[in-house]
């Protein structure tokens, strides 16, 4: 399938205007594909459930606001969705986040900051252990993403993207992906982010994921998880 918006390839400069290629899955993929999504996720959110009730005791302890944060993201083909995740910054995180527009640290319509004083003391742990995320498996269980694809964008960003950015979109948004087991807190080009989203989507495959699967843990472990 292909799609105009944006050039796929390897790590090749892509330009706009470029086509787009969506390695389409065959029958059986998709359906291992969805398998593997649903076991993992509902597995997880059932075995870690002690844990995900100790986290969201601690948010409520260690400072005001909700235990989750309402994420809203866009997903496959431009749908907005509601995600979930652990809340990990202060309560008028959003309201703050306008004032500090001139320290974003990464180009484009994503803002990403390393010493961002939003982010709770707690929160802060939880992000360099991605505690913060497992909520999302909820939005895998349900179908709005699943556990390997690009990342979704904020609603507000997705409004501020390209027409070629969006073409990232062509496939189901994922909990984790080529960018973030390749080195994502050193991106600092959200081209280059989407770049890499256009090359999953173009050689995307169930073995792909698997492999981008057992890379994402030992990134977590080194830290890199932190967003």
């Not at 948004?173 to 991106?187: A, E, H, K, N, Y």
Request: glycine residues 8%.
């Amino acid at each position: 399938m292909k799609q105009a918006g944006s050039s796929v390839g390897g790590h090749a400069r892509r330009r706009p205007g470029e086509a787009v290629e969506v390695r389409s899955l065959s029958l059986p993929e998709r359906f291992l594909k969805r398998g593997l999504d649903v076991v993992v996720s509902a597995a997880t959110l059932i075995l870690l459930s002690p844990l995900l009730a100790l986290i969201a005791l601690l948010v409520r302890l260690t400072g005001p606001g909700p235990v989750f944060y309402r994420w809203r993201v866009v997903g496959e083909g431009g749908r907005p969705f509601v995600g979930y995740k652990f809340r990990s910054m202060c309560e008028d995180a959003d309201a703050l986040k306008a004032a500090l527009a001139a320290k974003n640290e990464m180009t484009g319509p994503v803002f990403k900051m390393t010493d961002d004083p939003r982010i709770t003391a707690f929160g802060r742990y939880l992000r360099l252990c991605s505690l913060d995320e497992l909520p999302q498996l909820w939005s895998v269980l349900k179908g709005d993403m699943s556990l390997v694809g690009p990342r979704p964008p904020l609603q507000s960003e997705y409004a501020r993207f390209a027409p070629w950015h969006k073409a990232k979109l062509l496939v189901r948004p994922g909990i984790t992906c080529l960018w973030q087991v390749s080195g994502r807190s050193d991106i600092r080009d959200f081209d280059d982010w989407v770049r890499m989203d256009l090359e999953y989507a173009s050689r995307r495959s169930f073995l792909m994921d698997l492999k981008i699967l057992a890379r994402t843990l030992p990134a977590v472990l080194r830290g890199r998880g932190a967003q």
